[in-house]
């Protein structure tokens, strides 16, 4: 026990030690080195570099896990390397990368070009990172802070915008009030089980009745904590302002890399550690995963600024995945890490495209700002269609196979009434969706609209999501393998 | 058989459409001239296949198989047997008329157009040919996509309420259909520990009556929308009445066909006890009567002459539903001829149509009055475009209406007595439409000196008349080749009908390869 950082430590927690160094460096370069906003592109680079070297890190740990079978843990299982938290780690690499690549170009025409954005993006990465790794409820909920603050300063980071700032503030007081609700739940479990590593509380939590009425309030405001996270219905109500208010390029790491590192640990709580209390817990993410659903579908229907139309049809998507968890089958919980996956480039792509038609004054936010835009941008605007369409789960697009998964689940478990209301609303989300393509591909615009806010960057990203949203969806086995290895343990 | 032709004619029309994506779109006559050459070509490599088909084996021909998403048990699996062959045909025969009659019609954004349709052909063509339950979904809902632009972007007025409305009453069926298919997918795998799509492979389940019943409803819907049939028709005037001509065509003459075939290829095979159940054939057999009628009596009272043509589609498609489900030989067989020639009679019928909205961009049938006097050899293509649709002897709606009437006879007698009435309905609205529009005197001055048929026109309608002829004086071909698949679907449906328990008796559709 004198030991207190082994090599072991290191090498688990190198990337986030990386990501964490390079976010902080970012903050200095900027200060002293590039004081001319036009210069700060040159941090791209930097934010590559640096995720560069975590992928390393990354892939070495993935190697040792290949070689060596058996999982990793540090600082006496604080922390865990394993396929599972692997295949978020890659998620959120991927998609800091992308949302780093549409940045600059965004943040030039809006006046916000800080260096410290890069930063800031890299150190809610290195929050990401305890969420899906963090086997012990401090470094869970220090990770999950480091996140959530990063991003309650990101939100706010047009300045000079009312809206941003307005969102930021709403983001804050109702992301901090469920920050209240995690601790709680967690202090009750620490109660519980007279430590804070999972695998104690795991075994505590077998060892009681799933209907004690204390273990039911932890369960209670942990579910709370995380449902607000990952922006399920009932507590929602956050996320289509915050979404608004953000920078479009934040809203979409917010809507992708929040959510999906929230879902990590939602699925290592729920599935794994508070598996055997699943009768308690089942009927409140029914519950959840169904109001989700409808609360989403239905608000998305009237929308007519597109980030809020996202918002809720993000909230829609949390609530599909929902349903994975609730089938709980090896099916299920591989068709939340798959549809966790592809939600992830289909939504990236569709904000990608939202943030192209950003304007100088005039945000590019209303529905009928995509008026035309086949006619000014038929890339755009076809690989528009494919993430739409892939949103909405039409095979042949990667959106289908998340549907397909979460679908089987629930059919296998016998959740039939469920899997009905889920394919029911499908048909709703097309609705919306098609909102979208038909301001695309079938109304024009009758004044001549500004060229597009593009730059290499937004191309290379566009055609990553775009190729990886078709790509998954007609060849999915190895993502398909991916996510099976992460499973099997 | 190892040759790859179904790949072949699958493809062909998304190789055509990776071409005219490189021909930039300010050449029209360039793109228009690429996408009739590859309908073409889809039609000319689609020859081989009813020539070289062997009409005396059971099971499926052309087949290739390969593995597509391993860990689901996912296959690139096609083949095709004697109805398949026929839908196939009619696809790529279809489609051809369809691109080629878009020559004048379409004066904006031709490209696209055009690419919609090419992609919409390779989505028909594999619906037809899959042996895999998922393949078969995927290409189920690729259809979709284009359909909904060609209505949205090149439709009527209404064009934006039918194309969303289209879309979303048939994907709402395809998704509970999509629960239809898991159902079996997981039985098959629990009660055989492997998981797999092919269809040939689902045929082994045993399923208890109660669970085939609710996977057949499921079923159902999916392709009850797609037929259309009665209480879900409600799509269909819009679309037909708001597309472009070539898409009402299509829709028409392919697309509703997806129902009826998914019927025929999965309902009844996959579910042989629900689908001869008793209170499962009255309702589907009263569905299509109501819908004969209904379609045929709304149809006398439309003022719209696309959407009369429309509507008679609901109760033309009557017939093929009650065909089906008077489950036995003479029925399914039938009804699959009335398949292609609902194709032929109604997709000339909406290129009439869509002849004069051309010339007048107006539907109305009171606009029109006398254009036989105006327009003579239009009137007498009309003429026998109406008596094809009506079932005139010695065309082809006469085999396909009486073959059913026949076999409904023979299920139900009561059924036959109510669809005969529709059949006498349908000449009534058929002929009255005509006498409307083509005789009398020419009442209207805007009518005078129309153009008659130009040589495109012709050439649109004489293949079609051709062929109509041909079923109508010489059906047996159609019948012989239909023969085999049609005697295993009427055994497999009456077999497990009469012994519901009688555990794995049906091994002997393997695939013969």
């Known amino acids: 026990m004198s030991v207190y950082y082994t090599s072991t430590d290191h090498f688990v927690l190198l990337p986030a030690l990386l990501l964490a160094l390079f976010g902080c460096a970012t903050l200095i370069f900027d200060l002293f080195i590039f004081p001319e906003p036009k210069q700060r592109r040159w941090l791209l680079l930097f934010l590559v570099i640096g995720e560069a070297f975590a992928g390393v890190a990354f892939a070495r740990q993935q190697m040792f896990l290949a070689g060596h079978g058996g999982d990793l843990t540090a600082f006496n299982g604080a922390l865990v390397i394993d396929n599972y938290s692997l295949y978020f780690h890659w998620i959120f690499l991927a998609t800091t990368l992308i949302v780093g690549l549409i940045s600059y170009k965004y943040l030039e025409v809006r006046n916000e070009h800080h260096g410290e954005y890069y930063g800031l993006l890299m150190m809610a990465q290195c929050g990401m990172f305890f969420l899906a790794s963090g086997t012990e409820l401090v470094t869970i909920f220090v990770g999950l802070e480091t996140m959530a603050i990063t991003f309650y300063i990101l939100v706010g980071f047009l300045r000079s915008d009312k809206r941003s700032n307005e969102a930021a503030l709403k983001y804050l007081l109702l992301g901090s009030m469920s920050s209240g609700f995690l601790a709680y739940g967690f202090s009750v479990l620490y109660g519980i089980a007279d430590s804070t590593r999972l695998q104690a509380i795991t075994a505590a939590v077998a060892a009681r009745d799933a209907w004690d009425p204390i273990l039911l309030l932890g369960i209670a405001t942990t579910a709370v904590g995380l449902l607000f996270k990952i922006s399920a219905a009932p507590f929602h109500m956050w996320a289509p302002d915050a979404y608004e208010g953000a920078p479009t390029t934040i809203t979409a790491y917010l809507a992708v890399g929040s959510k999906a590192a929230s879902f990590a640990l939602l699925l290592r709580m729920f599935a794994g550690t508070l598996g055997s209390a699943r009768v308690a817990w089942e009927p409140l993410m029914i519950a959840a995963a169904i109001l989700s659903m409808t609360v989403g579908n239905l608000a998305a229907v009237t929308q007519t600024n597109t980030k809020r139309l996202l918002a809720y049809s993000g909230i829609n998507h949390a609530g599909y995945i929902l349903l994975g968890l609730i089938a709980g089958n090896p099916t299920g919980l591989k068709g939340v890490l798959v549809y966790v996956l592809v939600y992830t480039f289909m939504n990236l792509g569709a904000f990608l495209v939202l943030t192209s038609l950003t304007r100088q004054g005039l945000a590019g936010e209303d529905i009928n700002d995509l008026r035309g835009l086949m006619k000014r941008a038929p890339g755009h605007a076809l690989w528009m269609l494919v993430f739409l369409v892939s949103l909405a789960g039409i095979p042949p697009t990667a959106g289908f196979l998340g549907k397909y998964f979460i679908f089987l689940a629930l059919i296998e478990t016998g959740h039939v009434a469920l899997a009905v209301v889920a394919a029911a609303y499908v048909a709703v989300s097309v609705y919306y969706y098609f909102r979208l393509v038909k301001a695309v591909f079938i109304e024009t615009e009758e004044s001549e609209a500004p060229p597009l806010a593009t730059s290499l960057g937004t191309q290379i990203a566009l055609g990553v999501t775009g190729a990886l949203t078709l790509g998954i969806g007609i060849y999915p086995e190895p993502f398909l393998r991916l996510a099976q290895m992460s499973i099997s343990r | ?513």
């Open chain 2, 1 to 513: 058989m190892t040759s790859n032709l179904l790949s072949l004619i699958l493809f062909t029309p998304i190789a055509g459409l990776l071409v005219l994506l490189f021909i930039p779109s300010s050449n029209k006559t360039l793109i228009k001239l690429w996408a009739n050459l590859t309908a073409a070509a889809g039609f000319l490599v689609s020859l081989p296949l009813i020539m070289n088909f062997n009409r005396n084996l059971d099971g499926y021909q052309f087949v290739e198989r390969a593995d597509w998403i391993p860990s689901l048990g996912v296959q690139y699996l096609i083949g095709v047997d004697g109805i398949s062959v026929l839908m196939v045909m009619l696809t790529t025969f279809m489609g051809l008329i369809a691109i080629f009659s878009s020559w004048d019609a379409i004066k904006d954004r031709e490209k696209e157009y055009y690419a919609m349709f090419l992609i919409q052909q390779t989505g028909m063509i594999g619906v037809f040919i899959s042996m895999d339950f998922l393949l078969f979904y995927v290409f189920w809902e690729l259809v979709l996509v284009p359909m909904y632009f060609i209505i949205g972007v090149w439709g009527g007025p209404r064009k934006l309420y039918a194309a969303i409305k289209f879309f979303l009453y048939t994907l709402a069926g395809g998704v509970l259909m999509l629960l239809g298919i898991l159902t079996l997918y997981f039985q098959h795998a629990s009660q055989f520990g492997r998981y797999t799509f092919e269809i040939t492979e689902l045929m082994k389940l045993n399923l208890p009556l109660g669970l085939q019943q609710w996977v057949f409803w499921a079923f159902f819907l999916g392709f009850a929308i797609k037929v259309p049939m009665f209480p879900f028709h409600t799509w269909l005037p819009d679309a037909h009445t708001e597309a472009p001509t070539a898409g009402s065509v299509i829709l028409a003459a392919v697309l509703l066909k997806m129902g009826t075939y998914g019927f025929i290829r999965f309902s009844l095979p996959l579910l042989p006890s629900a689908s001869s159940d008793r209170t499962i054939v009255t309702v589907l057999a009263v569905l299509s009567i109501i819908g004969i009628l209904y379609g045929a009596l709304v149809s006398l009272m439309q003022q719209d002459w696309k959407k009369l043509v429309a509507y008679s589609s609901v109760s033309h498609l009557g017939f093929c539903t009650l065909g089906i489900f008077a489950l036995n030989h003479a029925g399914i067989a039938g009804s699959v001829i009335q398949q292609i020639n609902h194709g032929i009679s109604t997709g000339m019928l909406f290129l009439i149509v869509g002849v004069i909205y051309e010339r007048r961009h107006t539907r109305e049938i009171k606009e029109y009055g006398g254009l036989a006097h105006v327009m003579p050899n239009y009137a007498i293509v009309f003429a026998f475009a109406m008596l094809s649709s009506a079932g005139l002897p010695l065309l082809n709606g006469f085999v396909g209406e009486f073959t059913i009437l026949q076999a409904a006879f023979d299920a139900n007698r009561v059924w036959a007595a109510f669809a005969v009435l529709g059949v006498i309905f349908g000449a009534a609205y058929l002929l009255w439409l005509y006498q409307r529009t083509m005789l009398g005197e020419v009442t209207n001055e805007k009518n005078k000196g129309l153009p008659d048929l130009n040589w495109r026109e012709w050439a649109v309608f004489i293949p079609l008349m051709i062929w109509a002829v041909a079923i109508g004086v010489y059906p047996k071909p159609y019948f012989d080749i239909l023969e085999k698949p049609v005697a295993q679907i009427v055994h497999r449906v009456h077999q497990t009908a009469n012994s519901v328990a009688n555990a794995p008796a049906v091994s002997s559709e393997a695939v013969s390869k």
